[in-house]
Structure formats: C-alpha cells, structure tokens
Nanobody, 124 residues
Framework: QVQLVESGGGLVQPGGSLRLSCAASGFTLDAYNIGWSRQFPGKEREGVACIYSSDGSTFYADSVKGRFTIARDNAKNTVYLQMDSLKPEDTAVYYC?????????????????WGQGTQVTVSS
C-alpha cells in the first residue's frame, strides 16, 4: 500500500523551530520529487518546498526561503522539513506529496501519493 505519513506538527512560539517528517511506505521516496505544501483556512494549498529525485536539488517558495530546509534520508525513506524562525503567518496544515513538478504550483498537484497533513500553529 502506497502511503505517506507526516508527523512533527504542533504549537510553537514565534521565532521557534519545528521539524516535520514525511515517512513513505509502499514505494521508494528517492524515486520521486517530494514536495511540502501548506493550506491556510479557507485558502487553496500553496507549495512550500520540494526536493528533486534526480540530484537532491531543492526549491523553496519565497515566503520560506532562508528559514525552511527540506532534506531526504534515503535509509529511512523519509523526507524532512526543518522550519526555523517561524512566524504566525506560517500557521497552516502542512502536507507532503510525491510525484510531480518541483515548483510553486506543481507541488500542489503531485500525483503519486499524499499524506494526511499535520497542523502547525505558531502563536505566543
């Protein structure tokens, strides 16, 4: 069964950090581009970050560039999103997905698999 499971969300104060994990089962993550997107209440999902299967290069949305880092651990079949210097406007449900273009709109239309989402809340 093809599955992605996110974890690591929670409540954090502004300026704090969280690391999200995206664990795959039923397929090998490094065979696909893997993206993180987020969804604000009442808004469409937006691409946040992506890592290419071919060479591990990365893409970041302007809103998170310099603060978020995406990385892949092939041995654990897991992709991580390290989020630093968090802001209240980062509050959203974060999703990982596999299989699609690594760009702002492509991340939201990935087709191989989607996780169930994990809530990130940045608040004092």
């Amino acid at each position: 069964q093809v599955q992605l499971v996110e974890s690591g969300g929670g409540l954090v104060q502004p300026g704090g950090s969280l690391r999200l994990s995206c664990a795959a089962s039923g397929f090998t993550l490094d065979a696909y581009n893997i993206g993180w997107s987020r969804q604000f209440p009442g808004k469409e999902r937006e691409g946040v970050a992506c890592i290419y299967s071919s060479d591990g290069s990365t893409f970041y949305a302007d809103s998170v560039k310099g603060r978020f880092t995406i990385a892949r651990d092939n041995a654990k079949n897991t992709v991580y999103l390290q989020m630093d210097s968090l802001k209240p406007e980062d509050t959203a449900v974060y999703y990982c997905a596999a299989g699609g273009r690594c760009d702002y709109s492509g991340i939201g239309t990935m087709s191989r698999a989607w996780g169930q989402g994990t809530q990130v809340t940045v608040s004092s």
